[in-house]
DNA sequence: AGACCCGATGTCAGGATCTGTCATCACCTA
DNA sequence: TAGGTGATGACAGATCCTGACATCGGGTCT
């Protein structure tokens, strides 16, 4: 028998999102949540740099989702390289998802700190989709450029996604919502 | 004779700045910044949020110099309107203040946790934009796509307007961005 | 002038966040 | 069986931030 529990970290994740949910974010302490995971305060900052981040893990496999599809893709034009990209991002929003990721969303909207921290995350993801179409020879600014639109599509697709009584998938939504971007920056013939 | 000196957020923003550049954000105590202010810690709170905040008062103008821009456009193409609020936001940059912008920055990046709240402020303009958009009419996603990519725009050129060396003007180059976006999104022929 | 209110600040108390440090104990390896 | 490793516990403490109440200069009303 082992002398702990396995799986602290989610534990305290489930734990975390659960009580942020019934009584909010501020309302929540760093110490209900680890004691409601059965660990102590000091594990939770092991685990977690901060109370925010407990409700952010995973999202570097996201930020790897757009890099390697950068990566990866064989196409010669940039935009394509992006719109690829967007794609690959499908993997990460399959249908069963689309309750919870609602409600972490209101979790997150409801309260300034985490909104903060959404958007260094996609920030993050900005920057290292940029960075991946640097390496593959485009240039800068359309690097940074690109990498900012791509999120910025994403952004929108998703917040369309998860919109009430939205059925589309995120798959079309987010070609849906780059044919905008294009239509609204060309210039009118 | 006044009880207290006048002007204390602005000697408690002077002061935050010294001592953020003298010795690092993390290193700097909130009773450090009040000290060399001559107010007590209780008084920061009261004219900041919390202690990053003091680094980002003035913000606010910025938004509005966005949203008034868009609001007073007469432009038919929104685009033409996106273009007239960079243009406006110029005011913020005159060349006095490169070199102050410069310092400043470096702060920011050299710190997550300021870099994080310089991203909502992005954001919160972006999301303002956005709002003015759609009340001349522009509609949805449109208003939101062109709110984040006038940002997105806004702060490549800000980059490269604080960048050694460079000494063309911050509306040289917000036109010069613009202009490279547009070339980046349009379809190859 | 005197009474009065208002707004900015001071003072004090205290909860919450986050970090450093060292001890503990199951498990693995030699 | 001895020692190393890794996750956790236990404890102390600095710092951030908030609530509640007191204070006092300056303007206003009468």
New binding site residues.
Partial sequence: ?????????ERLQAAALDLFVDQGY?E?????I?ARA???????????????ESLFAGSEQLVTLFTDAVARSTAPDPLDVASEALAASTAFFPEERRPWARTRTAVVLANPALAEREQLKMVTIAQATAGALRDRGVEEPAATLLGHSTVTVFQVAFERWIRDGEDRSMGDLLQDTLSALRETLVPRT
Same sequence: chains 1, 2.
């Fill in positions: 028998m082992a002398r702990w529990e396995p799986g602290a970290r501020d929540t302490t760093v110490s209900q680890a059965g660990v102590t305060d000091r594990t939770f900052f092991r685990h977690f740099s901060d109370k925010r």
